[in-house]
């Protein structure tokens, strides 16, 4: 994929087919390092130990659909480009938690994208799920909880056309203060 955004995209969308409730996305940069931590964990029905190891392989899906599955391996391929690595973790009826690492400096390294229209995408068409995004670039930080915006706005959803502009307006402001010195 052109963008870690996409692959997050995926995954996140896995983690929707898992029938969760909840789903986390952490992006973690530590500059000096050169280093980005991608995590997304969700609470859904989690996979057996063969399943995790399965799904590395793109010829192994659950879906009855297609009878490949990409999502982990491009994800995988990325990270491991830069010399970095994919981890897995996963239990049946807890939910899964996929963490990639890479190295920012590296030739190869994706560009993150857009992150924005990712988390606006995941947040307007799964209402039913509550979405926790997480941006932290050294020791700065912001983070985008549905659950406390649901509280806020009671019965008005988020895809609400005002509500949905406040929360892209709101994750490219705090992005871009990251980034400022």
Do not use: C
């Amino acid at each position: 994929m052109r963008e870690l955004s996409l692959n997050v995209l995926d995954i996140a969308q896995n983690s929707v087919s898992a029938n969760a409730s909840l789903i986390e996305i952490e992006l973690s940069e530590n500059t000096s390092d050169k280093e980005l931590l991608i995590s997304v964990s969700d609470n859904g029905k989690g996979m057996t130990p063969e399943q995790v190891e399965n799904v590395r392989d793109p010829f192994f899906t659950t879906r009855t659909t297609r009878k490949v599955g990409m999502g982990i391996p491009l994800f995988r391929f990325a990270a491991e480009m830069t010399g970095g690595r994919l981890e897995i973790e996963s239990e049946v009826g807890v939910g899964t938690r996929v963490r990639a690492y890479f190295k920012t400096d590296h030739l190869d390294f994706t560009p993150v994208g857009d992150m924005t229209s990712t988390m606006i995408s995941l947040i307007t068409m799964n209402l039913h799920i509550d979405f926790v995004y997480k941006r932290k670039l050294d020791d700065k930080q912001f983070t985008v909880d549905t659950r406390q915006l649901k509280e806020i706005l009671g019965d008005v959803p988020l895809n609400e056309q005002s509500i949905a502009m406040w929360i892209q307006q709101y994750i490219n402001e705090n992005s871009k203060q990251l980034t400022e010195v």
